[in-house]
Every structure is written in structure tokens, then in C-alpha cells.
């Protein structure tokens, strides 16, 4: 089983701000209250056919759980109702740390990049986790904003950082909601963290009459079943512990 090592920055950082996760150990709210069906599963099987949600897609469920969670380590009371400037505070314990907990961008340094300032404001906040991320030779990490959460007020920047070589242990950085003013709290989930292993890979396009023979079959295959098809015969488990 491969490894994927958190590091924190002291022992200050473990006895004070939340541990990373594996994310199947924070599963938003709204999944846990979706229905599985859209309407009794009896009825919609007694025409041949089944109501299944999206409680019952696994790609979206492998999407959540996947990887593992890093969380905002502090409340942090932030103000965007000016539009030309982010206020913030954050608890005085947390502010005496000795890293920046809370910083931001120079707008030169995203002056091309296509910022959503409709939604979001236009200066860059940016977030330490005070835990910094590792992997074995051969494998990277991708840091993102995580799949399917409950809302919240901020749009994380995703990348993928080679962790064999660089421990990744920097600020995360995320757009606002313009307006927005209120605590963003201590626990809520920052980034999800997915490892994987590097490899060359290589696209080919698949000749038409090959391609329509193959998903012909597979769309067959999948509907003999009323549900869990892909669940049981395809899908292969993810673990992350």
C-alpha cells in the first residue's frame, strides 16, 4: 500500500488545528440527507426502469471520498463587502503563530489569469493549513477544491505539485464570494488532496464503427440489470486510510 505522509509544522500544529482526513470521514451533509430514489423503487421496477438519485451514482460518491480532506485550521472572520479590499481577523491565539496564517496575492501575480469577478472578489486570500504533504518516488498529489461539498463562501485554486520531491507545505489560495461577511469556521474542508502515480500516457481516437460496436454492448450489459451494474461488476473499490 503506498503512503502518503502529513507532516505538521510543530507540535503546536497537532495539539491546535485539525488533522487531515481521509475524506470518506467527512461526507457533506447534503449527500447523507439525498434520497436514494426519486420515487418508491417498487413502482419505477415494475415498468423497467429504476429512480436511482444521485445518492446512488458512484462517480459521485467516488468523487467525495476520494484522497483525503485538509481543513481551515482556525475560525476566520472575513469581510468582502468592500470591493476594493478584503478585511479579516482571525482568534488572537491563532494570529500569534509564528507562520503567516492568513495572507494574500499582489494582483500582478494573477493580472492575466481569468478571475471570476462576478461572483468572487477580486483580491486573492490565501490560507495556511500548517500541514505540509509528502509522497513515495513516482507519485504526486493533486490539491483541489473538494468534490460535492456543502457551499461555502470561497473557490479554492487546484494544481498538481510532484510531493516526492517538494513536501508541499504553502499557503492555499482561494476567491471570496463578493459580499460576503461572516466566519468561515474551523473545520471546514479546504482542499482535497488526491495522490496519484505518474505515468506517460499516450490518446488515440477509436475508429467510429469500433467505438459504436463497444458502447452498444456495454449500454446492453448495463441495463440487463435494474441497478447497481456498474457498482457491483465494474467499479473497482478505493481505499484510502
Not at 516526492?164 to 479546504?190: C, M, N, W
Request: aromatic share 14%; charged share 25%.
Amino acid at each position: 500500500m503506498s503512503i502518503i505522509k502529513f507532516y505538521p509544522f510543530s507540535e503546536e500544529t497537532r495539539s491546535v488545528f485539525p488533522e487531515p482526513t481521509p475524506s470518506s470521514k467527512n461526507i457533506p451533509e447534503w449527500y447523507k440527507r439525498q434520497p436514494a430514489y426519486g420515487v418508491p423503487e417498487e413502482g419505477q421496477m415494475k415498468v423497467g426502469s429504476s429512480a436511482s438519485t444521485v445518492k446512488r451514482c458512484m462517480p459521485v460518491f467516488d468523487g467525495i471520498t476520494s484522497g483525503y480532506t485538509i481543513y481551515i485550521p482556525c475560525d476566520i472572520f472575513i469581510d468582502a463587502t468592500n470591493p476594493d479590499k478584503l478585511t479579516w481577523s482571525v482568534p488572537l491565539v491563532a494570529s500569534q503563530m509564528k507562520r503567516d496564517l492568513v495572507s494574500s496575492h499582489s494582483p500582478e501575480q494573477v493580472s492575466e489569469y481569468p478571475l471570476e469577478t462576478d461572483k468572487y472578489h477580486k483580491e486573492l486570500f490565501r490560507i495556511l493549513p500548517f500541514w505540509a504533504v509528502g509522497t513515495a518516488k513516482g507519485y504526486s498529489c493533486l490539491f483541489m477544491q473538494p468534490f460535492h461539498r456543502d457551499p461555502v463562501p470561497f473557490r479554492v485554486f487546484g494544481g498538481i505539485i510532484d510531493t516526492d520531491a517538494f513536501i508541499a507545505d504553502g499557503h492555499y489560495s482561494l476567491q471570496i464570494e463578493k459580499g460576503f461577511k461572516g466566519v468561515i469556521e474551523r473545520g471546514t474542508p479546504l482542499v482535497q488532496v488526491i495522490p496519484f502515480k505518474r505515468e506517460e500516457w499516450k490518446m488515440e481516437i477509436v475508429d467510429a464503427q469500433e467505438s459504436n460496436k463497444i458502447l452498444s454492448m456495454q449500454r446492453v450489459k448495463i441495463r440487463t440489470k435494474f441497478k447497481n451494474y456498474y457498482r457491483n461488476y465494474l467499479r473497482v473499490p478505493k481505499e484510502y486510510k
